[in-house]
T-cell receptor, first 113, second 114 residues
Framework: DGGITQSPKYLFRKEGQNVTLSCEQN?????MYWYRQDPGQGLRLIYY???????QKGDIAEGYSVSREKKESFPLTVTSAQKNPTAFYLC????????????FGPGTRLLVL | AQSVSQHNHHVILSEAASLELGCNYS??????LFWYVQYPGQHLQLLLK??????LVKGIKGFEAEFIKSKFSFNLRKPSVQWSDTAEYFC????????????FGSGTRLSIRP
């Protein structure tokens, strides 16, 4: 089955800890995205990448980092600098860029202990 | 500033009622418009999109949306809703360049009473 997988489904972070959210796609898409979803605020773009080894900051990149070493993978690290990390994180991909339909993963809910 | 407004945060309807969810945008230049839907426990998925041509766009599951350029609107409609339409609906907009990021609205939660 083609699609996007995210793991884990739930993630707990302790104070001062960095955590990494996984996102993998087997759709052969060039572009991948990370969004943060908060109640009543819709989706906000954290980072996006249109090709391997290249990525750009979105609207709320502070406290987050990403890497794109493989076309299929786009992990997101939530660093200790992100002071309000509790949210639902969605990964998406599209064939080439923003002009195509985005396909979303199931999401990871991050909670702070 | 670029933005998308969905004024209805939560809509409650009975089955067979007609639906219209509002979406207004602020974005310079020519736009693409999208409606995405998130059913309970499922991935966010595309419902329909407008890129050009006929401003009345038909999507999956009987949904349609009309792009009214003069009103900067892209309202979602369905003539008769079903219980299975219970979901959260997001309107989104972007420009025509490949680097033009998508801006999402805050979403409208639709609850259908059986």
């Amino acid at each position: 089955d083609g699609g996007i997988t995210q793991s884990p489904k739930y993630l707990f972070r302790k104070e001062g800890q960095n955590v990494t959210l996984s996102c993998e796609q087997n759709l052969n898409h060039d572009a991948m995205y990370w969004y943060r979803q908060d109640p009543g605020q819709g989706l906000r773009l954290i980072y996006y990448s249109q090709i391997v080894n290249d990525f750009q900051k979105g609207d709320i990149a502070e406290g987050y980092s990403v890497s794109r070493e493989k076309k299929e993978s786009f992990p997101l690290t939530v660093t200790s600098a992100q002071k309000n990390p509790t949210a639902f994180y969605l990964c998406a991909s599209s064939f080439r860029d923003y002009q195509e339909t985005q396909y979303f993963g199931p999401g990871t809910r991050l909670l702070v202990l | 500033a670029q933005s998308v407004s969905q004024h209805n945060h939560h809509v409650i309807l009975s089955e067979a009622a007609s639906l219209e969810l509002g979406c207004n945008y602020s974005y310079g230049g020519t736009v693409n418009l999208f409606w995405y839907v998130q059913y309970p426990g499922q991935h966010l998925q595309l419902l329909l999109k407008y890129f050009s041509g006929d401003p009345l766009v038909k999507g999956i599951k009987g949904f349609e949306a009309e792009f009214i350029k003069s009103k900067f609107s892209f309202n979602l409609r369905k003539p008769s809703v079903q219980w299975s339409d219970t979901a959260e609906y997001f309107c989104a907009v972007n420009g025509k360049s490949s680097a033009s990021k998508i801006i999402f609205g805050s979403g409208t939660r639709l609850s259908i009473r059986p």
